[in-house]
Structure formats: structure tokens, C-alpha cells
């Protein structure tokens, strides 16, 4: 009868059932089967879940060989069978009990966990959603025991029986009593994945034999070598188009307490797909930062849509990472990760900027009559004194730039009030520790660099990270941020003492900003580095502190009660992004070294300099009055007053060029 009432009646007599439910509900505690399918059900999201936590398993347990057999994408059968040390007799009665582990002793030994498994939920979560058959033997027992287990509970005693050292586990009928989730996979689908996971483990793991194949086929899908080396294990799973691309990944660094080695594809590969295996002490994870930052890079290299192929692992101190944050656990923290980042991001780059002279094109062989014609033209042009077309300079001021075509800029509006000071009133500084800072300065710079600088001419913006400049006849790519940076702290060193101030309308608390940027999640704040509110007077009492030489040098105004009242004025026109200004003031606090004279100008002029520079993190994309600034303001000054570019510049692709107009010439002449 309820399908013949119209709709709404149905809606409203569903509603008031639902109401009378929840009105007369109580709170009761569920019962342990509820709560352990739950679990269960968090952990293993689908079989390739399963699978996962089986292999780590079987390399925990010291494996040299992992044979892994599945049917319907695993949700029929899942097989993984091993050589590691097995499992005692007197334990098998606590391998699918939840929260049971020879991993952890205590919750301090997460701290230092380098194992893959250490909750004891895998086994427990599996036998909760499946049937699980364990086969095991240790290598000093004369024969191995199998147990059947359901829910958690063996089904009966150890059995003995004939088999192998190591341990084999049968899954099976995955999901049975979860039937909306089993009915939800494609088999096919879950085969696919399940190959991706074990082609992974089986590149991060080069020492370890791994083979893959379906049920009642003779043939494996994935057969690797002991002795195999990571890249001929990627030539065995991805293919020699990839391997033959590779470059080699190796860096250390003490002071963030990281080790990162791999290998990324030069720019000659390029795929549809990003192929990203990031593993973290060992463990194959995915973090969204890291995959952003390969992305960015190696859009300066690729086509558009086209993506690379990235091996990395990271050791990290154990006690500096937290794995436990996910239930899958393909997910960690770790601390100083934007800096970590960044830095794998810089030596990904710098690798490929090491072998960027050389690209690969597909040529089309000549006939022999095209053959003899360009030879006999090459020989007349070098005979003659015409400079050709393509060695032509082309600038102009009156050139439209690539704004033109979509539509114009709007100048910045700002109600800062700006007080600046004249030329006459500048003094003069005598200190050594200024001194001996643009001296280094002076030294670090490349000669090529400041000619290119100075000489060129404003092409376009790509976007806020990237603008397009000519220089001669070449085509060049330059990161904004950090060219910006580079020139700010020029200008710091260069006009030490002698600022203009920006001075805001209403005060700013030290305190609330800081406050405001710890609530944040770009902040790396944890409860075990104490209040949050502690944190933010302090910091907001040392600024105090050292107001009166922040405001003499720096011009940076700090009153008694711990408000910032102005910053300096480097550049006329120009005005920092205030969004990013609570993270500025958390660093000034910890990032500055106040202990002595040189390296606290060094330090402070740097985070000034990073605080000005164009971060595009914390420029809203809708505001077009950026690209006016960028284009009339940013890029003049460099053209005028960046006098000593580092060389580091052209060593970590701040400038990267993309062609040149002999190189164009030479595409469109055949065309």
C-alpha cells in the first residue's frame, strides 16, 4: 500500500518512524562480533588490502622467496606462500586474536618501530571478513602444523602435517558475509590491483624473489630474480622504454635526519599515468605532497598531460615519524616534512637539469636526392656572410605579451599606509657582519646569470610559479618564487639599515597570529611540544625583546604589548601577500639564529626575503592584480637591481631554458 501514496507521504511517514526511533533510543555497548567486523572492515577495504598486509608480513619474517597465487582478483582465493622463520607451534593459537603482535612490547615502542606490521589487526581483521587456513614450519621442527580460523578463533588444535619452512596462508571466500561490499568489486578490477602491489614490493625489494600468478594457470604474471638489481627489476615489470630513462636519486641530509635514494625517468619518458612507488622506512605509503611536488617539476620537462615514472625510498628516523595515523597504514607523518619536500623536490630537479642538454625525437631518414639538396644548401650558407632569420633578435617594448590575449591586469590596491625614507637621510653601516655578508654575496654570484637578468625581456606569465623571458634568442622559464626571494635578499643586504615602512591600519597580535598559524595545518605543531598558548607568548615576548633592533635595521615595529605595527618597505609598489604573515612571525621566533651578530642578519634576512618572495601557496588565483605586479613591478627590479644572482640559480632550475629560436627554426623548416 505505501508505493500507491504519493511521494511525499512515503517521505513523511519514513521521517516520523525515523523520529520515534530516535527519540525512544538508548545507548548500549555493541556486542564484540560488531565491533571486530568494523574493524575489519576499516583495515581491509578490498583484497589488495589484505594481500598488502600478507606480504609485509612474509618480509618481516625474513622471506628470500613470496609466491603469491589468487582467483577472482582475490576475493575467491588468496594464497601467499613464503620461506621466512614461520610460526611456533605454541603461538598459532594467538596469530588471528586481535591486537596480538611480536612486534611491540609497549606504546613507546612506536617510536622506533621498523617493521611493517605492529597493531596485530591484519590476521585478526582478515579471519574476521574471510575464511583463513594457516600452514606453517619453523626450520628446527621435523614437520609443519596447519589451523583453520574463523572470526579470530582457531577452529581446532594444530594439525601436523607435510610442508616447506615458512608459512603458507590460504584466504578464501572474502567478504562472505559482507555482501554488499563483495558485490561492489570487479574481479578483474581487484586482479589489476593486487598486481600493482606486488610489482611495488617487488622494485623496493630487489633482494627478494616474487612471483604472481592466477589459480590453475601454469604461467606467472610476475616472476623476479634474487640477485635481480632494482633496475632490472623495472625493466622486467615496466618495460625497457622506462629502465633505459632512469637517473639515480642519492642524497643524505643530517639536519632533517633523511636518506632518500631511487630513480626517476629524464625527460626523454613520458606516460598518461603517473607511476609514483614512494616508500617510507620500507613502507609503501602515498603522501600527497610529495606526488604534488613531482608533478610541478616535471611539468617544466613533459607535455601537458604527460606524466613520469618515480622510484623513491626514504629513511627517516624512526623516532621522528608516526605510522600510526591510518588504518590501512598507507599513510604516516613525519616532522620537517615541507622541508624534506622541498629538498627531494631540489635534487629531483637538479637531476634532471644535469641531463637536460640531451633529448630524444624520432628522426625520419632522408632519401638520397634530399640528402645531396641539403648538403649542397648547407655549403652556400656557409659561404655566405647573410645572418639568417633564425639567429635574428626580435625584441621590442611595443610587443604585446601573452596578458594581452587574455585580458588585462588590475593594478593592486592597498590601504597600507607607506612611509618611506629619502635618499638623503640614508646612513651609512659599518658593520663587519654586514660587510662580510655582501662580500659572499658578491662572491657566489655568476657573471652569466646577471647578464641574463639584466638583459631580458618580459615574455608572459604561466602562472604564479612561472613566468616566460627572452634573452638573445633564447626562450627561458623562470620559478617566480625563487627568483623573488634571491632579489629581496639582495636588496636587504644592499639597503641594510635604510628602509622605508609599511605600516598597517590597525595593530597586529603577535599572539593571535601565532595562535592562528599553529591551529593551521601547515603547522608542525604536536601536543608534546607543549600549549599551543605557551608557544605563542613566547614567541611573542622574544619579538618584544628584540623590537628595538628589529625596528633600527629592519624596520620591522614591534610595540610593548606585543603588536606588529609595520613591516619594511623593500620595493616601491610592491606589497607582501599579509595571508602568509602568522607563518612569518612563527618563523622569525625559530628559525632565526639571535645567538650571534652574523648569523642572526643572515638568518633574519633570509626569512624576510622568503616572507616577500611570490609563494604561490598563499596567492588566491582569482586575484589577477598579481600578475600586474609580477610583470611591472617584480621583473624590472630584476632587470635593475639584482647585481649578484648566485650560481645556484642555474644549478637548481630557478631558470631553466626551453628553446631557442635556431632550435624553432630548424622544427618549422620541415614542417
Not at 221 to 229: C, D, K, Q
Not at 234 to 255: F, Q
Not at 549 to 568: C, Q, T
Amino acid at each position: 500500500m505505501r508505493r500507491n501514496l504519493p511521494a511525499i507521504f512515503q517521505y513523511l511517514s519514513v521521517y516520523r518512524f525515523h523520529d520515534q526511533m530516535m527519540s525512544h533510543s538508548r545507548i548500549v555497548k555493541l556486542s564484540e562480533k560488531v565491533i571486530n567486523l568494523i574493524a575489519a572492515g576499516e583495515v581491509v577495504q578490498r583484497p589488495g588490502n589484505a594481500i598488502k598486509e600478507l606480504l609485509e608480513n612474509s618480509l618481516d619474517a625474513g622471506s628470500t622467496n613470496i609466491q603469491v597465487v589468487v582467483s577472482g582478483g582475490g576475493l575467491k582465493l588468496a594464497q601467499i606462500q613464503d620461506n621466512g622463520c614461520g610460526i611456533g607451534k605454541e603461538d598459532l593459537h594467538l596469530v588471528c586474536e586481535r591486537f596480538a603482535t611480536s612486534k611491540l612490547r609497549s606504546f613507546d615502542d612506536l617510536r622506533n618501530v621498523s617493521t611493517y606490521g605492529f597493531r596485530g589487526e591484519a590476521l585478526s581483521s582478515i579471519s574476521h571478513v574471510a575464511h583463513v587456513a594457516i600452514t606453517t614450519r619453523r626450520r628446527e621442527t621435523p614437520c609443519a602444523y596447519r589451523v583453520e580460523y574463523r572470526d579470530g578463533v582457531p577452529l581446532a588444535a594444530p594439525k601436523a602435517c607435510a610442508g616447506n619452512p615458512g608459512t603458507q596462508i590460504v584466504v578464501s571466500d572474502m567478504f562472505y558475509n559482507m555482501a554488499t561490499r563483495k558485490n561492489a568489486f570487479k574481479a578483474s578490477e581487484e586482479h589489476n590491483k593486487v598486481s600493482e602491489i606486488i610489482t611495488k614490493y617487488a622494485i623496493h625489494n630487489s633482494g627478494v624473489s616474487f612471483s604472481f600468478r592466477k589459480q590453475n594457470s601454469a604461467v606467472s604474471e610476475i616472476r623476479t630474480l634474487n640477485g635481480a638489481s632494482v633496475k632490472e627489476n623495472v625493466k622486467l615489470l615496466y618495460g625497457s622504454s622506462v629502465a633505459k630513462e632512469l637517473i639515480g636519486i642519492d642524497h643524505s641530509d643530517d639536519n632533517l635526519g633523511f636518506k632518500c635514494s631511487g630513480y626517476v625517468t629524464n625527460a626523454n619518458y613520458s606516460n598518461k599515468k603517473l607511476y609514483l612507488l614512494l616508500f617510507i622506512n620500507n613502507r609503501l605509503v602515498d603522501c600527497s605532497d610529495i606526488r604534488r611536488s613531482v608533478d610541478t617539476i616535471y611539468q617544466q620537462y613533459l607535455p601537458k598531460n604527460s606524466h613520469p615514472f618515480v622510484y623513491l625510498s626514504l629513511t627517516i628516523d624512526p623516532a621522528n615519524i608516526d605510522v600510526n595515523v591510518h588504518p590501512t597504514k598507507n599513510q604516516v607523518c613525519f616532522i620537517n616534512q615541507d622541508s624534506i619536500v622541498e629538498t627531494i623536490q631540489s635534487r629531483i630537479d637538479a637531476g634532471l637539469l644535469s641531463c637536460g642538454s640531451s633529448r630524444s625525437y624520432l628522426t625520419q631518414t632522408l632519401l638520397p636526392k634530399a640528402a645531396d639538396v641539403s648538403t649542397s644548401k648547407a655549403a652556400k650558407e656557409a659561404t655566405s656572410d647573410i645572418v639568417r632569420d633564425c639567429h635574428k633578435v626580435r625584441t621590442d617594448c611595443k610587443d604585446k605579451k601573452l596578458e594581452a590575449f587574455f585580458g588585462d591586469a588590475d593594478r593592486p590596491s592597498c590601504s597600507i599606509l607607506v612611509e618611506g625614507k629619502q635618499d638623503s637621510s640614508r646612513r651609512e653601516v659599518k658593520l663587519t657582519s654586514v660587510h662580510q655578508l655582501r662580500k659572499e654575496l658578491q662572491s657566489s654570484s655568476q657573471v652569466s646569470m646577471r647578464e641574463l637578468l639584466s638583459g631580458h625581456s618580459f615574455v608572459g606569465i604561466v602562472d604564479f610559479e612561472s613566468t616566460l623571458i627572452q634573452y638573445t634568442s633564447g626562450l627561458y622559464i623562470a620559478n617566480n618564487r625563487s627568483l623573488s626571494f634571491h632579489l629581496f635578499y639582495e636588496i636587504i643586504l644592499r639597503d641594510f639599515g635604510n628602509f622605508g615602512s609599511l605600516r598597517f591600519s590597525e595593530e597586529a597580535s603577535i599572539n593571535k597570529m601565532c595562535l592562528l598559524y599553529l591551529d593551521s595545518g601547515l603547522s608542525t605543531w604536536t601536543p608534546e611540544r607543549g600549549p599551543k598558548e605557551s608557544i605563542a607568548q613566547s614567541i611573542a615576548d622574544l619579538l618584544v625583546s628584540k623590537s628595538e633592533m628589529l625596528k633600527d635595521y629592519f624596520s620591522i615595529e614591534v610595540d610593548s604589548l606585543g603588536n606588529l605595527l609595520g613591516i619594511p618597505l623593500l620595493l616601491p609598489n610592491y606589497t607582501p601577500c599579509l595571508d602568509s604573515l602568522p607563518e612569518f612571525v612563527v618563523r622569525l621566533a625559530l628559525h632565526v639564529d639571535w645567538d650571534t651578530e652574523k648569523e642572526c642578519f643572515y638568518t633574519l634576512s633570509r626569512e624576510i626575503s622568503r616572507f616577500y618572495a611570490i609563494n604561490p601557496r598563499y596567492i588566491d588565483r582569482e586575484d589577477s592584480s598579481w600578475y600586474w605586479t609580477i610583470e611591472h613591478v617584480v621583473y624590472p627590479a630584476l632587470r635593475s637591481s639584482c647585481r649578484c644572482p648566485p650560481a645556484t640559480i642555474s644549478e637548481d632550475a630557478s631558470i631553466l631554458q626551453l628553446t631557442s629560436l635556431p632550435l624553432l627554426y630548424k622544427v618549422f623548416e620541415r614542417c
